[in-house]
């Protein structure tokens, strides 16, 4: 059974930094792309950050290039988003996702439940 568990949310003041972590358990295979997506209520969700597998490289959402980073050594680590120039904007429910497949094309396939970041102004 696949479970992917968020840590590292809380309050920073704008300009501050914060690093998620998403374990995931369940797998081993290095197969699929992985990435954070937020959500605000009353509003859509928004992919932040993907991985791509076997170093096929990373994508952002133009809200957080250059300030957010998405790392995982392997599928065997956990997956990280360093997130830095923090803006209260970003605050949001923040989940971490796994890909069906390589690429999004057919969708996610499994979500973890979600750890909330509040940035004050």
């Known amino acids: 059974q696949v479970q992917l568990v968020e840590s590292g949310g809380g309050s920073v003041q704008a300009g501050g930094s914060l690093r998620l972590s998403c374990a995931a358990s369940?797998?081993?295979?290095?197969?699929?792309?992985m990435g954070w997506v937020r959500q605000v209520p009353g509003k859509e969700r928004e992919r932040v950050a993907l991985?791509?597998?076997?170093?096929?490289?990373?994508s952002y959402a133009g809200s957080v290039q250059g300030r957010f980073t998405i790392t995982q050594d392997n599928a065997k680590n956990p997956l990280y988003l360093q997130m830095n120039s923090l803006r209260p904007e970003d605050t949001a429910m923040y989940y971490c996702?796994?890909?069906?497949?390589?690429?999004?094309?057919?969708?996610?396939?499994?979500w973890g439940h979600g750890t909330q970041v509040t940035v004050t102004s």
């Open positions: 996702a796994r890909c069906t497949g390589k690429t999004l094309l057919r969708g996610w396939a499994y």
């Open positions: 369940g797998y081993s295979d290095s197969r699929y792309c």
């Open positions: 991985i791509y597998p076997g170093g096929g490289g990373t």
